[in-house]
């Protein structure tokens, strides 16, 4: 059978680089991907598999770092316009992107198999030396980009889903397939509102994926990952009271004041004995004129850490030099989480059972076991932890592609024939676990 | 001639409020007054004073806190199309507002008038309740207004010229009198240039006013205002250097970081044993997102002092702690200075003068000798101490009126019938110094 | 009577100095005056005045700064072996020390002097240009010495004692006079724990008085000081957890970093609009060794304001900033209070009362109204503010003297003729008080 | 004449453990190795090696962390007392302490085998539980003991060179032998000094090794340790002026505000992407009393780095940041380097050689590769990088044993049976390498 997957996955080649040039056309950001998630519950629908959406997949209060209510109602009309379809898009409203579909093959374990789907702010080079851009599907939504390969892995997930509904009946009765298209991604903002959802709760295997990695090639495959670091992103909002600086400076309370004290003792939080960590204040503005007392004062911080705990430890660090530095100062503050991501180690069984069929595969030329990078970040890490807590298995790995720019990058491309590559490792993958699990 | 002098006044008196509402409708922020400049210059021209306009009264590179070219060009044109003077508008071009205007006596002492004519950057009230409104000629300009009485202070200026144009011959031969029409004084950015030029180099006597302040009614006079604050207004931009907080901190240079470390030890520079100080960062803006090392900053700042001395002991600190905390985390710095103002002493002969001619007039009952009020800071603190150092004698009196709001609030307005007071005051003090020297 | 006031206290200026020298020989720091308390209560005792001692004057938990027990002890047996009388320093053990003396002469007001006692932590200069040294009454107490001229109030008050008593029948039935010789006035830690005791709260008048001022000589007099800061002085205890800084970094708490935070933020205190004020961080002790996170921090604090008001205002915002830096770094702390006084402003009318007799008096040829100088502070303002809150009146006078070097210095020294002009001043001023009030 | 050499040193073992109970009872810390040195240098001597002693070994200017010339006079007289050898202390005179011993046996390879021998600042327990105590060869010099094990490996080094001086025919013409004795480990402030005086310079091997590790008992060997960080530690003086904190502020130079902004900053320093590092201000001592100015400040700093270049980035930074705090505030500084040790990789070839010996020798019953444990530092990383960048190899292995309790604790104590164990390896691995090379 797997002889017949693959040339079935050779056969619709094409149509996988269509669906991957739709997405790259529309990019959608984060809890506004309305178009793509209508679509892909369109797709998934037709092909037999039993769809959820909106609040059955998204834990409300857990979604970190959502848009305004206007943008979303924007993006959402955008979404209209530009083709999604009328009827799985209402319960998209509101930022309840995303799509879960399943398709039950009897008594069995069950596979999750996993796809982001959301694009970047930036705006698209325009350039005849941009593939995208001479070919006529770069993006048409101002700022918007699908500069990380999230509309490939959109394009990957409807790709497996057509495969494995093309030989369902050729392995009926041995478990459930759930394909999790995640919305939100970027930020790590969207894995931990699935998650609280319950889709995972009676999930045994997880899989997730990234194409491209810099130094990474065509014909590469990294089994898997395990170097994300947990992280937590959130934003501060410190409110003081203005006063004349001139005339009544102590009547003021200074946010500028408690902000830069948190931002010296933040940056001050010392090195943890367990691994590797990173915090960072990337933005702060406070204040609105030379002389007044600075009211107002926001901050956009992130911290990492090798482990979840040791990211636990500069989180729960970070808040209170936080609430001591309003204290200090007398002023009020809000904290808003904006993004969230575990630690993960990959289980080694289901690495293993990478390697082998990658090595199998006449695709790859190049598979290595396990990364150890550090830096990054990546919310499948919840989902994995989640499975791997209720006693199963997961697995991140990674297919070479060969890049024009690095990610997030305004010129990032990869090369489409990639794709296919990585539709066939997911259903061969899935398909040996349902048999010999 | 003193009554000749105070009936002349009261029979131009609508003529100077008709000044003052067509000033108060075209309002133009600092070094943008070009309507307002080329209306005084053709007004003083045709009453036979000879006038000096641009780098004549202004020295280029004094000029602080200068807006962008094209906001200089949005206000010129603008100017034009509101019935600005073609001809004297044209040395005005590129920020070089004001207007000096002298009548020449003959040999004797030189006088100096000095009238602000800027606006400030606050939408004007709109509302039955608000007189300007209600009467049509409150603001056209979008968030611009006179919310400080300097549409009052030029027609004063006016209203003096003409009384002084049509007295010339009764005070022939007895010196000069230059009516210095001032631009840029709101953030104290003017008067340095104008006194840099050397406008002021031949003066025997300087006379400023104000209109109005928030504990005096029409009626009263204060002869002399000593309590204005030495100020140094500035902004400082750091410029460190961009890198990915996740995967390479130490290749940043964190220009937050020096920035915070600025605004802690900024406000702590110790008091003063020789008088009070004050000391804000107003604004602060840096960084651009969460996992990125903060390449740019940018702060305003001010520092004040009871004297010269003092504000510039706390001018010379910061410097020392921008500078060093630059240096501190390797980035780059720029500092610009966006006003300044010195400490003032009137001359308290001249302040005696002022008194005995209030007393004399009928329109002022309540005559206070002198306002050593602190917290504020006024730039004509330059022009007197010019004089001074040069052994001449100055003064600043105000004016009561019964006004609407405080000062720089939208609904500020002023008693009009005030503004005549004001002129009698000036026209009678220029007289007597001029004969009775 | 005046007149035989003034020969009797010439009579007994022998007698006065001789005091002084007694006391500046042994001199005692602030709580451990037992030698000078128990010798000043024998002698009033003597005079007929009634005695109270101990824990009838000072309120135990108000007194601050106290010495450890240690060195309370061995200050007492010092005191013994040193000649202190043996009957009156018992009550004094454990730092009760200081004596209240009354004159009861029947109905009438109740008038208070104050004399301070303590000594510093100085050692005098030893040479032949020191008098105390030639004279052989230089400190033999080690590192102590009388370098601000309390060991002269305190003979003044014996002096007053003396010739009040000898003059009690000429003034018989007009009221009450209490002496209150106060410990520890340096450091402002004795007159708050008096005040609490109660034995202010039948006073009518209150009069305090200091020998030398800088730029005062011999026959100087100025009838009323207003220009003493109120302050407030306390020591911070910060205790966090040592751990190796190498091998388990984060599991300290580490208090010099909440001590360094609540350094810069105690310096930024905003400037106070209705006047001045000072801060300092005067003494920082933190940490063990290089490797250790620091565990311990020691700070010695003081702030400063104009009026009891400001003060305040500061004292509030030092104890938030200490108490969030503290919980910013998860450490605990503990705050001693060391001193305290509030500003005063003297009566007017004993103002002018001092004058008056200050004029009448021969010895004085320089008498000076108000010193509104400020930057020191004085506990006798807890007693002034008491009785004039009770709706008595207080004043607070400097006897001039031409002193040998500044007040602090191990070559202080006064002409201790001024003894005497002080002694006279405060008795002729009691006697008028008492009989014409 | 493997097995020979194994019995000969059990013959000896007696007399090693009687060498290590000398050294232990008369500990001398850095520096001050006087009597301890000069036992060693007559010892080798006697057994036919050459010495070399002073400034022949040691880079004057190099020495870190020197005490006061008092307390390298007073131990020097001290060691005198306690039995020290005449002749050889003399060129140690000044703190120029250990000792080189050569053993040339003709043409070959340099083999150098280092031995520490310094002893610390720590209280020897005392109790009938501690086994120095119990025996009598407890510390009787006050307040310094051999916590470390230093002892332990001087007394390893003579039992090392006897029996090498016992077999020198039998290995005569294949290399030269140095035992490098080192000052001052602890604080890693010697090593550098020897390293520049040039005695690596000729070396082809060097072999360092510790006694004791927390988790390693009796029988147990690691072969190698690479885990060492690259340290800096290093003294700041900050010198600024005191002042009046209430009558003259600004008249100070507040070196408190300078040392504060040092410590937020250094605890700032960002996390490097090459590995881990620590840093640490260890202490602060600022200021006087409370109410002046703090003049001078003190901190006691340590920067370490996983790998010496990322040392080297903190080192940098941290100058910068201290003088630029100083800078900030006006204020001068002094720094004073107290140690620095490199990371370092041990050479494989030779962790393989001790493996192979360690597990050939009966002794050692758990034998273990590499450690990476990270933390703490050694100053033999900076001979064995010399050594390596010449192309020779370098190894530090660890010998296990049974701890009473952790280095640096006033209970440490050994078996002493495994001294004879580490003398077996050492002299097995250099007639290996001398034989083999």
Redesign the interface.
Request: hydrophobic share 30%; aromatic share 2%.
């Given at each position: 059978m797997k002889e017949k997957v693959i040339k079935f996955v050779d056969t619709i080649g094409e149509k996988i680089i269509a669906y991957r040039r739709d997405f790259h056309k529309y990019p959608e950001v984060g809890w506004t991907e309305f178009r793509t998630s209508s679509i892909i519950a369109r797709k998934l629908n037709e092909l037999g598999f039993k769809i959820k959406l909106g609040k059955d997949i998204l834990k409300d209060e857990e979604r970190m770092g959502l848009p305004s209510e206007e943008e979303l109602d924007h993006h959402y009309y955008r979404a209209l316009d530009q083709g999604a379809d009328e009827e799985f898009i209402r319960p998209l409203k509101g930022g309840f992107t995303g799509v879960v579909g399943t398709l039950d093959l009897g008594d069995g374990p069950v596979i999750a198999l996993r796809f982001d789907i959301d694009a970047l702010k930036i705006p698209e080079h325009e350039g005849e030396d941009h593939l995208p851009y001479k070919l006529k599907f770069s993006s048409v939504n101002d700022n918007i980009m699908h500069a990380c390969g999230h509309d490939c892995h959109a394009a990957i997930g409807l790709g497996v889903a057509e495969t494995l509904s093309r030989f369902k009946e050729k392995i009926d009765g041995v478990g459930k397939i759930k394909l999790i298209f995640q919305p939100a991604e970027e930020g790590v903002r969207g894995a931990k509102a699935m998650v609280k959802s319950g889709i995972l709760d009676d999930v045994d295997y997880i899989i997730g994926s990234h194409i491209g990695l810099i130094s990474l090639s065509s014909g590469a495959l990294v089994c898997g990952t395990n170097g994300f670091?947990a992280?937590t992103?959130f934003d501060v909002y410190f409110k003081g009271l203005a006063s004349?600086?001139?005339?009544?400076?102590?009547?003021?309370k200074?946010s500028?004041?408690a902000?830069?004290?948190a931002?010296?003792?933040l940056?001050?939080m010392?090195?943890?004995?367990?691994g590797?960590?990173?915090?960072?204040?990337?933005?702060?503005?406070?204040?609105?004129?030379?002389?007044?007392?600075?009211e107002n004062?926001f901050m956009?911080?992130?911290t990492?850490g090798e482990t979840t705990d040791i990211n636990d430890?500069y989180k729960e660090y970070a808040l209170?030099?936080i609430?001591?530095?309003a204290?200090?100062?007398?002023v009020d503050f809000k904290i808003e989480y904006?993004g969230e991501a575990l630690s993960g180690v990959c289980s080694q069984e289901l690495v293993n059972r990478v390697k082998n069929i990658g090595i199998s595969l006449d695709c790859f030329n190049n598979v290595i076991d396990i990364s150890n990078e550090t830096?990054?970040?990546e919310d499948f890490t919840y989902m994995m932890n989640r499975v791997q807590k209720n006693g199963g298995q997961g697995v991140y790995f990674t297919v070479g592609t060969n890049i024009k720019a690095g990610h997030h990058n305004s010129k990032f491309d990869v090369n489409e024939r990639d794709l296919i590559k990585a539709v066939k490792l997911f259903v061969i993958l899935t398909i040996d676990i349902l048999k010999n699990h």
């Open positions: 670091m992280t992103k004349h600086a001139g005339g009544a400076p102590n009547e003021g200074n500028m004041m902000a830069c004290t931002v010296l003792n940056n001050s010392p090195r943890h004995k367990d590797g960590s990173r915090i960072n204040v990337g933005t702060l503005v406070s204040g609105t004129d030379r002389n007044i007392i600075p004062s956009k911080i992130e990492r430890y209170r030099i609430k001591a530095s204290e200090m100062h007398n904006m830096g990054g970040s």
